[in-house]
């Protein structure tokens, strides 16, 4: 995927044992959408809360595709 100036992408990756590490990509790193990325990425790591009710929205999709 090519991104344009204006424009970042949070991404998230998994590993084998469940570790979830997140990058930020952008052409322009300091623009304001690389800024909005870096803070979702702080506030998944930080917030505990947020984390929880992640975790219960996949639950209740994963529940739903079973039907």
């Known amino acids: ?9 949070l991404i998230l ?5 469940g570790e979830i590490t997140m990058d930020v990509e ?7 959408a690389s800024a909005l990325c870096h803070a979702l ?5 930080r917030d ?3 984390q929880a ?3 219960e929205m996949l639950e209740g ?3 739903g595709k079973e039907d």
Do not use: F, I, V
Request: no cysteine; aromatic share 0%; net charge negative.
């Open 1 to 9: 995927m090519e991104l344009n100036n204006n424009q970042a992408a």
């Open 13 to 17: 990756s998994t590993s084998e044992d």
């Open 26 to 32: 952008s052409p322009d790193m300091n623009g304001l």
């Open 41 to 45: 990425a702080k506030k998944l790591m």
């Open 48 to 50: 505990e809360g947020l």
């Open 53 to 55: 009710e992640l975790m």
């Open 61 to 63: 999709e994963s529940e």
